[in-house]
T-cell receptor
């Protein structure tokens, strides 16, 4: 099956610093990638949708200047949390869709961000 | 846009007992339906999916789900729960390259 990998799995940073999370599709070309945020004991909240080579589309209420998303190739998307603060601490999950039109998404393992 | 409702936030069952997790969706046509499982601190793992055809879908780990168009439901079942099944379960509906998730149901398994 299609494999999506996220890196890093865990990251701890100081308040005010920026953190980059990578999402890679390992064995397929991902035309679209999605970034989710998940708070403890809650469902996934879609943050943004990115298509290769174009600007990401952010969901309402998500600050695009704070959560920078780049989808420069068909196998890599990055999420950069800029000037991170403790309230940005969360579990971030990416997913990717391939060329099928079924809507099925393949998920990364998630990245746990803790901002001190 | 499509939406998903999981009515049960938390379910507790005894090990060996049967399990049914409810999922209802809202969409004008038949969407693509999925069940995912998430263990603490982990990503999502696909249990099963329904695109078309046979409305009873078999998945991994002994899970199955039945699509009922008349009830707009896609309930997940397992005949005999194992302690390792304790996790968070998410129902999802996809249409037009857009996937939406239910709020999740947390499963606790009693010894």
């Amino acid at each position: 099956g299609a494999v999506v990998s996220q890196h890093p799995s865990w990251v701890i940073c100081k308040s005010g610093t920026s953190v980059k999370i990578e999402c890679r599709s390992l064995d397929f070309q991902a035309t679209t990638m999605f970034w989710y945020r998940q708070f403890p004991k809650q469902s996934l909240m879609l943050m943004a949708t990115s298509n290769e080579g174009s600007k990401a589309t952010y969901e309402q209420g998500v600050e695009k200047d704070k959560f920078l998303i780049n989808h420069a190739s068909l196998t890599l998307s990055t999420l950069t949390v800029t000037s991170a603060h403790p309230e940005d601490s969360s579990f971030y999950i990416c997913s990717a869709s391939g060329l099928s039109n079924t809507g099925e998404l393949f998920f990364g393992e998630g990245s746990r961000l803790t901002v001190l | 846009a499509q939406s998903v409702t999981q009515p049960d936030i938390h379910i507790t069952v005894s090990e060996g007992a049967s399990l049914e997790l409810r999922c209802n969706y809202s969409y004008g046509a038949t969407p693509y339906l999925f069940w995912y499982v998430q263990s603490p601190g982990q990503g999502l793992q696909l249990l099963l999916k329904y695109f078309s055809g046979d409305t009873l879908v078999q998945g991994i780990k002994g899970f199955e789900a039945e699509f009922k168009r008349s009830q707009s439901s896609f309930n997940l079942r397992k005949p005999s729960v194992h302690w390792s099944d304790a996790a968070e379960y998410f129902c999802a509906v996809a249409a037009n390259n857009d996937m939406r998730f239910g709020a999740g149901t947390r499963l606790t398994v009693k010894p």
